[in-house]
């Protein structure tokens, strides 16, 4: 390889190109298009030689071209990059300006500084890692701050289903020690009813006949047959109040009828039942529940419900559930008096019935504005029966 090199016949003349050749560090001379017309031995080693025309010599390279477009507009050196070698690989510091010469156009001559810089390259390969890991350390911890956030959510959510858990076991068993304590209490009431009346009544109708035995007595037969119709007429109370034998016998609809029916006659009240929708079936604890309550409001209404002239008792089957409404045009309650307290006869009271429908997954409302009477709404569920 020659010492100095000349890409078109003498482009510099030979005294420049004695006084470049003295330069120790790289020289090329270039076209602002690229197209080599000098270089020394050291840039010679730098360049790519083309396989077919070791002659042809160009530099290209976004890199390049922009430094040899710049360079090209002055005279002063400046400093700057070019790339040697394909796809840009190898990135030189160098010092360029414009050479001009007489009737012909200027060139760029480019003084490269050293060989090429490696540690330039390494920092700038350095930095663009640095870069990507910065970046992607950085969307790991978004992700991770969602992903705490998340937990963070859910440890609440999971927090809040066992308060409101335990807040439903409490309430659960509240309901179950309420009904125990209304199921001891109607034992109790029955026990006083069978003791106090069918009891001492038997008891009464024994020494009765041990006196008719003694002196026998038709008078005395008929008052004693009269005694035994009463208790029968009490036990059989009894029994109705333990188990309401017209559902097994005629089912909700016809029971709640007869019990109305019944009830208008003993308390002297007009009242009216109503049913609608279409009847599905229901569970005997429904039945029975619905019943209680029927019979609940309506004794509650002949013992509290002074001056009542009219009730109604309508049951409705929907879609979702069934409903009960029970009306009387009673005075309805005292201002001062909570839902909670209200009017309870016999049985479990409506209290009771409110713990046993929410058992059931209904619920009891009761509305009674002063003096313009009470209603009493129930609803059930029927999906899944």
Known sequence: MPAATTMDPNPLGAEAARALEAIGDPVIVAARSGAVAYANDPARSLLPLPQDDPSRIRLTGKITTAFLAQASATRTPLAGVIALGKEEEHQFRCHGCRMDREDADPLVVLRVLSTQDTRFSLLANEAVMLRRELAERERYQRRLHMLLCERDLLLADLRNTARARARAERDRDAVLAQLYRAHQAERERLGRELHDEAGQQLAWLKLRLERLRREPSTAEVEAMLTQVDAISASLRQVVREL???????????????????????????????????????????????????????????????????????????????????????????????????????????????????????????????????????????????
């Open 243 to 385: 188990r309401p034998v017209a559902l097994a016998e005629l089912g909700l609809s016809l029971a709640l009828s007869g019990l109305a029916r019944e009830w208008s006659d003993q308390s002297g009240i007009a009242i009216e039942f109503q049913l609608s929708g279409t009847t599905v079936a229901l569970t005997t604890e429904i039945e029975v529940t619905i019943f209680r309550l029927v019979q609940e409001a309506l004794t509650n209404v002949a013992k509290h419900a002074a001056g009542a002239q009219q009730v109604s008792v309508t049951l409705q089957y929907g879609n979702e559930g069934i409903t009960l409404a029970i009306e009387d045009d009673g005075p309805g309650l005292p201002r001062d008096t909570a839902p909670e307290d209200r009017r309870e006869g016999g049985g479990f009271g409506l209290t009771g019935m409110r713990e046993r429908l929410a058992l059931l997954g209904g619920e009891l409302a009761i509305e009674s504005p002063s003096g313009r009477g009470t209603t009493i709404l129930a609803r059930l569920p029927t999906k899944g029966e």
